[in-house]
């Protein structure tokens, strides 16, 4: 079966620190993609970043980037200097081959930065 | 540069009634997809429609639910006699003909409450 996980269901942080956000996979397929989308309180999901499973090197977009371990399917999203408008839910998710879209989801960590 | 429009955002039915979301993609984009997210848990897919075809409707219950994209016009997910269980957020995405990114289009939700 092809699952997501997100082992972490709330996290904090302080405003201008760091956060990593956990998020393991389980799939048999060798070529996929893998997401992580913001969904802020007014609800509209927002992508994040991806990554492409054939990629060695990890995707990187300003303050967010991504540890991606194959071997271990992992997928950790870091944020660095957080920010008030990072609070919100993420979820991890990823497609199986170019071209499809049943996106499997995770079940979202939500994050809250402080002030 | 609208994104995906949905509507209404919130809508309460008393169980037995019809239920019906409606869902405007981007502006180019012919590939619709509904999920279904429950409380604490991440979005499940439903359906994938393009206009005037239902390509797959898998994640659908088989009964009560339908869900179409005419030609003119937004998609439409229906659901018919609505129980307490059906109370989610119900959500649209759209993509470009070809997904060469993975990427999808979120609308902010529909949330559904069975009373």
């Known amino acids: 079966a092809q699952t997501v996980t997100q082992s972490q269901p709330e996290m904090s942080v302080q405003e201008a620190e760091t956060v990593t956000l956990s998020c393991t996979y389980d799939t048999s397929e060798n070529n996929y993609y893998l997401f992580w989308y913001k969904q802020p309180p007014s609800r509209q999901m927002i992508l994040v970043i991806r990554?492409?499973?054939?990629?060695?090197q990890n995707a990187t977009e300003n303050r967010f980037s991504v540890n991606f371990q194959k071997a271990a399917k992992s997928f950790s999203l870091k944020i660095s200097d957080s920010q008030l408008g990072d609070t919100a839910m993420y979820f991890c998710a990823f497609i199986t081959g170019a071209g499809t879209y049943k996106y499997i989801f995770g079940t979202g960590t939500r994050l809250k930065v402080l002030a | 540069n609208a994104g995906v429009m949905q509507n209404p955002r919130h809508l309460v039915r008393r169980r037995g009634q019809e239920a019906r979301l409606r869902c405007s993609p981007v502006k180019g984009h012919s590939h619709v997809y509904w999920y279904r997210q429950l409380p604490e848990e991440g979005l499940k897919f439903m359906v994938y429609?393009?206009?005037?075809?239902?390509?797959?409707e898998s994640g659908m219950p088989k009964e009560r639910f339908s869900a179409e994209f005419p030609k003119e016009g937004p998609s439409i997910l229906r659901i018919q006699q609505v129980v307490r269980g059906d109370s989610a957020a119900y959500f649209c995405a759209s993509s470009p003909g070809q997904m060469n990114t993975g990427e999808l289009f979120f609308g902010e939700g529909s949330r559904l409450t069975v009373l």
């Open positions: 990554q492409e499973a054939y990629k060695q």
């Open positions: 429609l393009q206009k005037e075809n239902i390509i797959d």
